[in-house]
């Protein structure tokens, strides 16, 4: 379900090391996992998805890991930039309804 | 290219006062629509979606409703705004099939 009234927790990185947000799920009939970036004041900005179907995925700079059995996704963030700082959501869809529905956030701090 | 319009940026309205915001979409044709809140510092709760002209889905039982009036426009309304409804609200669009949703630059709401 949605932990949406729970305060975001924050996740203090050094500059240039990598970072790891987690995320856990609730839904068995996910068909895909989505991580979003939100910074202050802006929507969320799509940074990659991966399939039910998949348990590891990359990008740029990111990797995205899937356990279905825990129920459980990571974004790893790979030489933390400034730029980084953000507010990282997972999401899930539901196939059979079409909707998307957030996970809890987590707060990226960039340490200089 | 698609874009996705949301206003009004920001908005001050007086408890009891009705709320209409409006969302549309460009460059698309049949997109599903979704209509999120975000409290301060929380997490995006999911409030309605859309797959298709006068089709809602409403998640949250409360004193907002939506309507899809045209096939690339979204409004979210209420008839009586309560101090609760204050939050960021973000209109977000995407293709069936397609697992990456954009979003507008929402709407910051404050009842007073």
């Known amino acids: 379900g949605e932990n949406v009234g729970l305060h975001l927790p924050t996740l203090s990185v050094q500059e240039g090391d990598n970072s790891i947000i987690n995320c856990a799920y609730s839904n068995s009939a996910s068909d895909y996992f989505i991580w979003y970036k939100q910074e202050s004041g802006k929507g969320p900005q799509f940074i990659i998805d991966i399939r039910s179907n998949m348990d590891k995925r990359q990008g740029q700079r990111v990797t995205v890991l899937l356990n279905k059995t825990v129920k459980h996704l990571s974004l790893q963030i790979a030489a933390t930039q400034p730029g980084d700082s953000a507010v990282y959501f997972c999401?899930?869809?539901?196939?059979?309804?079409?909707?998307?529905?957030f996970g809890k956030g987590t707060r990226l701090h960039i340490l200089p | 290219s698609q874009t996705i319009h949301q206003w009004p940026a920001t908005l001050v309205q007086p408890v009891g006062s009705p709320l209409s915001l409006e969302c549309t979409v460009e460059g698309t044709s049949n997109p599903n629509l979704y209509w999120y809140r975000q409290a301060a510092g929380r997490g995006l709760q999911l409030l309605f979606y859309s797959v298709g002209i006068g089709q809602i889905s409403s998640e949250v039982p409360q004193n907002l409703s939506a309507s899809r009036p045209q096939d690339r426009q979204f409004i979210l309304s209420s008839k009586k705004l309560l101090l609760s409804d204050s939050g960021f609200y973000l209109c977000?669009?995407?293709?069936?099939?397609?697992?990456?949703?954009?979003f507008g630059q929402g709407t910051r709401l404050t009842v007073v």
């Open positions: 999401a899930e869809n539901i196939g059979r309804d079409d909707k998307i529905i």
């Open positions: 977000a669009w995407r293709l069936q099939g397609n697992t990456e949703a954009f």
